[in-house]
């Protein structure tokens, strides 16, 4: 069984930055994901095995970057110029059909805790 840590979550005022990580039990093409309260989970970033690709939704290209720490199987999730929308319940995915990410939650086979990341205006 696959497990998957986050940890990085928090409060942060509007404009300001956090990283979340996500340690893995082994090395996927990994995901993120948000879910906002009444609002369906949606993709975020995701990054391929070898670290080659990565993907991004549009409203955090160019304030979002997603890395990888092979030797250490973790995922990071950069997150700067952070907005009141940003706030949301993010989750870290792992893709064990594939060595590429996708934007696809149903692709992925394991799931995080989620962690909890609140912009305030």
């Known amino acids: 069984q696959v497990q998957l840590v986050e940890s990085g979550g928090g409060l942060v005022q509007a404009g300001g930055s956090l990283r979340l990580s996500c340690a893995a039990s082994?090395?996927?093409?990994m995901g993120w994901f948000r879910q906002a309260p009444g609002k369906e989970r949606e993709f975020v970033a995701g990054?391929?095995?070898?670290?080659?690709?990565?993907r991004y939704a549009d409203s955090v290209k160019g304030r979002f970057t997603i890395s990888r720490d092979n030797a250490k199987n973790t995922v990071y999730l950069q997150m700067n110029s952070l907005k009141p929308e940003d706030t949301a319940v993010y989750y870290c995915?792992?893709?064990?059909?594939?060595?590429?990410?996708?934007?696809?939650?149903?692709?992925?086979?394991?799931w995080g805790q989620g962690t909890q990341v609140t912009v305030s205006s």
């Open positions: 082994g090395r996927y093409a």
């Open positions: 990054i391929s095995w070898s670290s080659t690709s990565t």
């Open positions: 995915a792992a893709r064990s059909g594939s060595r590429w990410s996708s934007i696809a939650a149903d692709d992925y086979d394991f």
